[in-house]
Antibody, heavy 116, light 112 residues
Framework: AVQLVESGGGLVQPKESLKISCAASGFTFSNAAMYWVRQAPGKGLEWVARIRTKPNNYATYYADSVKGRFTISRDDSKSMVYLQMDNLKTEDTAMYYC???????WGQGVMVTVSS | DVVMTQTPVSLSLAIGQPASISCKSSQSLLGTSGKTFLNWILQRPGQSPKRLIYQVSKLYSEVPDRFSGSGSETEFTLKISRVEAEDLGVYYCWQGTHFPYTFGAGTKLELK
């Protein structure tokens, strides 16, 4: 069965950094584009970042709201996808979900809280 | 970016009643492949989203056939023939035709 398990969330102060991870299993990870999608408390879903596969040169894409601050990466040998979040802002507070293309499987989410 | 507009915002229904949710896009979702990448997901209270329907009307294998999807171009509908307790939660439409993929704001289905 497909599983996506996020980890690494927590409470940080504004301008600090945090790296969250997603461990994938149950499918051929190297063949799947991967995404991070977030959900602020009581709000809807917002796409954050996307990373394509090796044949697509691991191309990355970011929502305007995080461009220049967040970096998505992957390690196909470990079936892992990461989101490095720098210069965090209070508005980045959200549940962060790892999901594979085409959003057919989602992890349980990891909470990131940015507050002073 | 493509704007996805869902109505109603919330729906209060009794078990056994039918449900209908509308989703409209600001651009046609018919792709160059001839496919329309309009999809539906359900987020039950306290859970992560779960897949329901892809390419307008195709149900994932685990989804009960009381769910159905229809529509074309810019107007789409999710229907539940008879609501059951496990159907409660927030329904989101999302489009995968134009990047960045975008979500509707959600429709909350509650029990009356």
């Amino acid at each position: 069965a497909v599983q996506l398990v996020e980890s690494g969330g927590g409470l940080v102060q504004p301008k600090e950094s945090l790296k969250i991870s997603c461990a994938a299993s149950g499918f051929t990870f190297s063949n799947a584009a991967m995404y991070w999608v977030r959900q602020a408390p009581g709000k809807g879903l917002e796409w954050v970042a996307r990373i394509r596969t090796k044949p697509n040169n691991y191309a990355t894409y970011y929502a305007d709201s995080v461009k220049g601050r967040f970096t998505i990466s992957r390690d196909d040998s470990k079936s892992m996808v990461y989101l490095q979040m720098d210069n965090l802002k209070t508005e980045d507070t959200a549940m962060y979900y790892c999901t594979r293309s085409p959003f057919d499987y989602w992890g349980q989410g990891v909470m990131v809280t940015v507050s002073s | 970016d493509v704007v996805m507009t869902q109505t109603p915002v919330s729906l209060s229904l009794a078990i056994g009643q039918p449900a209908s949710i509308s989703c409209k896009s600001s651009q046609s979702l018919l792709g160059t492949s001839g496919k329309t990448f309009l999809n539906w997901i359900l987020q039950r209270p306290g859970q992560s989203p779960k897949r329901l329907i892809y390419q307008v009307s195709k149900l994932y294998s685990e989804v009960p056939d009381r769910f159905s999807g229809s529509g074309s171009e810019t107007e789409f509908t999710l229907k539940i023939s008879r609501v059951e307790a496990e159907d409660l939660g927030v329904y989101y439409c999302w489009q995968g035709t134009h990047f960045p993929y975008t979500f509707g704001a959600g429709t909350k289905l509650e029990l009356k």
